[in-house]
T-cell receptor, first 116, second 110 residues
Framework: SAVISQKPSRDICQRGTSLTIQCQVD?????MFWYRQQPGQSLTLIAT?????????ESGFVIDKFPISRPNLTFSTLTVSNMSPEDSSIYLC?????????????FGPGTRLLVL | GQNIDQPTEMTATEGAIVQINCTYQ??????LFWYQQHAGEAPTFLSY????GLEEKGRFSSFLSRSKGYSYLLLKELQMKDSASYLC???????????FGTGTKLQVIP
């Protein structure tokens, strides 16, 4: 199984500032994703991080608000820009390995963000 | 579109068996994941079903019927540590993304 680390694990930020979250995987993976989980709710996909090209964003999420980088197959960053209290959430990096019946998708430990 | 339904909460007794159901409507369906999530932690991968039928992994089993858009997670010999949320997630649609249900919060009681 892939081992995923995220930094920071948690942060408290002021309204209007930006935070960049890093995701590091211990092996090369084809697909990396960023999810958000708001308090008491399930996971919502923000975007698919593509290596060497622009991320693919889901409906309701835009690049100006959530810029994403993926310079190689093991690393990605998500920036939460111009934060407001509504951005308070857990942000999770996820990776998918292999394909077919043996496929798995793992999650990092998450970054807990509180915006004041 | 994507639509996934699962019960919000369930309660079961330690040592018993519990079945958590999930129905989905997913265009371009490819497969179905089950995850366990303890409060304050990230989801932990349990299973991924692509083919119809039952797959067993120790105390946990997962079943899929593609024709019915239906899956269940079966937990046997329940332990107190099994108290958690169980998330059903379907893979399909554009870019083969994974869409999550709202999760079933399972409480195991003595």
């Amino acid at each position: 199984s892939a081992v995923i680390s995220q930094k920071p694990s948690r942060d408290i930020c002021q309204r209007g500032t930006s935070l960049t979250i890093q995701c590091q995987v211990d092996s090369q993976v084809t697909m990396m994703f960023w999810y958000r989980q708001q308090p008491g709710q399930s996971l919502t996909l923000i975007a698919t991080a593509n290596q060497g090209s622009e991320a693919t964003y889901e409906s309701g999420f835009v690049i100006d608000k959530f810029p994403i980088s993926r310079p190689n197959l093991t690393f990605s960053t998500l920036t939460v820009s111009n934060m407001s209290p509504e951005d308070s959430s857990i942000y999770l990096c996820s990776v998918r390995s292999a394909g077919g019946p043996g496929e798995t998708q793992y999650f990092g430990p998450g970054t807990r963000l509180l915006v004041l | 579109g994507q639509n996934i339904d699962q019960p919000t909460e369930m309660t079961a007794t330690e040592g018993a068996i519990v079945q958590i159901n999930c129905t989905y409507q997913t265009s371009g369906f490819n497969g179905l994941f089950w995850y366990q999530q303890h409060a304050g932690e990230a989801p932990t991968f349990l299973s991924y079903n692509v083919l119809d039928g039952l797959e067993e992994k120790g105390r946990f089993s997962s079943f899929l019927s593609r024709s019915k858009g239906y899956s269940y997670l079966l937990l046997k010999e329940l332990q107190m540590k099994d108290s958690a949320s169980y998330l059903c997630a379907a893979r399909g649609g554009g870019y083969q993304k994974v869409t999550f249900g709202t999760g079933t919060k399972l409480q195991v009681i003595p």
